[in-house]
């Protein structure tokens, strides 16, 4: 059984919204690890997005998103979610949700043993 499920991704233009969920399977919680979002394009390696700690106090992101993209949690749902404002053709990739081994956000994909499957963005220009 995958552990997270992804949704929410998409074919969108330049400067458009989307908003991407990941929610954990039936009968899991992840309320006390630190949940984050990667990305890889195509032919390119993995890239830490987005982190939030434990009790989403406290965030982290990629340069290239701060300020355009917001990562939030729902503990009663077990649901992650990534707000993408204002969003650029160089966003386009497969993007995944994980969850990982530490409370506190990490960036590094091998401390996030709980992947989901990843879902498609596309912008177009």
């Known amino acids: 059984q995958v552990p997270l499920v992804e949704s929410g991704g998409g074919l969108v233009e330049a400067g458009d919204s989307l908003t991407l969920s990941c929610a954990a399977a039936?009968?899991?919680?992840?309320?006390?690890?630190?949940m984050a979002w990667f990305r890889q394009a195509v032919g390119k390696e993995r890239e830490f997005v987005a982190g939030?700690?434990?009790?989403?106090?406290?965030?982290d992101y990629v340069d290239s998103v701060k300020g355009r993209f917001t990562i939030s949690r729902d503990k009663a749902k077990n649901t992650v979610y990534l707000q993408m404002n204002s969003l650029k053709p160089e966003d386009t990739a497969v993007y995944s949700c994980?969850?990982?081994?530490?409370?506190?956000?990490?960036?590094?994909?091998?401390?996030?043993?709980?992947w989901g499957q990843g879902t498609q963005v596309t912008v177009s220009s």
């Open positions: 994980a969850a990982g081994r530490y409370s506190n956000v990490v960036r590094q994909p091998r401390d996030y043993p709980y």
């Open positions: 939030i700690n434990w009790s989403g106090t406290a965030k």
């Open positions: 039936a009968g899991r919680t992840f309320s006390g690890n630190a």
